[in-house]
């Protein structure tokens, strides 16, 4: 097994930094880099569960590798005896992509309809990298599902409707007390003023 170490941790962060000195020096608003920061932070931790842990077999085990593959949608066949599992599954891939849905907004000019093909791709991208991981290590540790892509793409489109109530809010709030927000508060009166 490879474990997420603190080394794999560390070379995430350093990426991170180094696209945040490049947005620095592209002039970019303080406001946006936090928000890149946290996205970013966000990402790293996704991928990290994504990714780890990768099991390594023998080269015998290897040799008879063959993928876990579901691209049949709403089938759950491997949840016959324990329903509660692939609901708990269903769940987490739900709320696993909440973040993306609603913090996307806040460092990517997006309309509302982008959200029709970013929310599938968002989950078929996670879905990619854990089949592709089964090849390179030929291990059939992780399964690639369908499910994961619908479950993952409703998440992301559940996180931009909470984004949409919450721009709505934030407007309604700031317009009806006259409230002139500066610094953060006028950063994220600009992005939820998007159409």
Not at 100 to 129: C, N, Q, T, Y
Not at 166 to 186: D, M, P
């Amino acid at each position: 097994m490879i474990e997420l170490r603190s080394s794999h941790l560390f070379v995430g962060f350093a990426i991170l930094a180094f696209i945040l000195i490049f947005l620095w020096k592209q002039k970019r608003d303080l406001w946006y880099l936090f928000f890149f920061a946290a996205f970013g932070l966000y990402l790293l931790f996704v991928l990290s569960g994504i990714i780890f842990p990768i099991a390594l077999l023998s080269p015998e085990h290897a040799k008879l590798f063959k993928p876990r593959l579901n691209l049949i949608p709403f089938y759950f066949g491997r949840c016959d005896p324990m329903p509660v599992l692939c609901i708990g599954s269903a769940i987490e891939n739900i709320l696993l992509t909440i973040p993306f849905g609603f913090g996307i907004s806040f460092i990517a000019r997006l309309r509302s309809k982008d959200f029709l093909w970013l929310a599938p791709l968002v989950g078929l991208v996670f879905e990619m990298i854990q089949l592709i991981l089964s090849y390179v290590f030929r291990s059939a540790f992780r399964a690639t599902d369908i499910n994961d892509v619908i479950f993952n793409a409703l998440g992301v489109w559940l996180g931009y409707g909470v984004f949409r109530i919450f721009g709505w809010l934030y407007l309604t709030v700031t317009q009806r007390f006259e409230i002139k927000g500066r610094h953060l508060f006028a950063y994220i009166y600009d992005v939820v003023r998007r159409p």
